[in-house]
């Protein structure tokens, strides 16, 4: 409930806000953005398997946002950023999904 | 970021050193509910532990949750405003690229365009010129032909020559040659007692009474004629002209310059029934 209710307020702030992102950060947002919907797939499916930790939720969220912004940056400064970005959007997409997919046949046994 | 190709363990909150069951146990005693009961579960146990889980309670793991639940619900509407008005200076090199490749290609087709456009324009008008100039050649012979066929009125510089002739002396003959040195002199267009004198016009004699075309004219015969006016009286009043040779039939003849001299008698042609146009 509370992540439900956290990422609708947020959403709404952005919205209504409209916050400038500052250029230094633009590059790396997406990408942290994907990591972090990462992380959070992957508590909801902790918590299904029964071993999900507040603690390690927090640190994998931070952890994976910082990681992946360091990738892209890593990524530009040695001149292969768009394709490191792609791959790491591959990367993580796929744990979304197969986090999902554990998600859905915990849910609905399918 | 933490990735291996191994299926179930690879999620992030799995790397957790330990299970939550064996967790802090200080932390568990103070809230004994924010412990996750252990075990995989299925079906509507899973969704009421997912209920159960997301209720709020008052912890400083639940708040940090929601921290960054708002910030990542904030983020994404960021990056999709931005991704949204994103402009050119935020665009990648590639990106860029491809935008220079679409704007030129574009523009080469749009120049292209425009040279066809232009083409077509330039043919129109010059078109439309030759074609309004012909327009303007074309009804000036209409005019000049119609003056000469006498289906067109006239008006211009000319003479009117007025025979008086009460004892009736003047006959066609001397009218014929009045026109024909009316024409010799360069009349361009004639009209004698009212009727418009053309290429087939004839003079006849009718006990007394003078015909043009066949058809009568009063006496005094007033004849107008337009052209340059000092050729045309000159050519009346020279020795041997008509004047002197209407006088000596003993009738009088007046020739008055004048520079504007109206024709508005008009001769209707006869359709061609033979002659036909060389094409």
Known sequence: MIPVLGLVVGLALGLLLDPSVPVWLQPYLPIAVIAALDAVFGAVRAVLDGIFNDKVFVVSFLSNVVVAAFIVFLGDQLGVGAQLSTGVVVVLGIRIFSNVASIRRHLFKA | MTFSPQGPTNDPTNDAPEPAIRRNAAKAAQAPRQRVSSGSVDGVAAWRRLLRVGRPRATRANALAAVLAIALGGAIAA?????????????????????????????????????????????????????????????????????????????????????????????????????????????????????????????????????????????????????????????????GGIVETVRQKGASASVAEQSTVKITSLHTPAPMTHAKPVP
């Open chain 2, 79 to 239: 990056q999709v405003q931005l991704t949204n008005e994103r402009d050119l200076d935020q665009l990648s090199q590639s990106d860029l690229i491809r935008v220079l490749d679409d704007v030129s290609l574009r523009a080469t087709r749009l120049d292209q365009q425009v040279r066809e456009l232009e083409a077509t324009r330039d043919r129109l008008k010059s078109g439309v010129g030759t074609s309004s100039e012909a327009i303007a050649q074309a009804q000036k012979r209409v005019d000049t032909l119609g003056i000469l066929a006498g289906t067109l009125g006239a008006q211009g510089p000319g003479i009117v020559l007025t025979i008086r002739d009460p004892s009736r002396a003047v006959t066609g003959p001397i009218i014929l040659d009045v026109m024909q040195e009316l024409r010799d002199a360069g009349a361009e267009a004639i009209d004698i007692g009212g009727v418009r004198a053309v290429a087939s016009t004839f003079i006849g004699d009718d006990n007394g009474t003078l015909t043009v075309d066949g058809v009568g004219i009063a006496r005094p015969v007033v004849i107008k004629a337009i052209g340059d006016r000092k050729t045309l009286a000159s050519a009346m009043s020279i020795p």
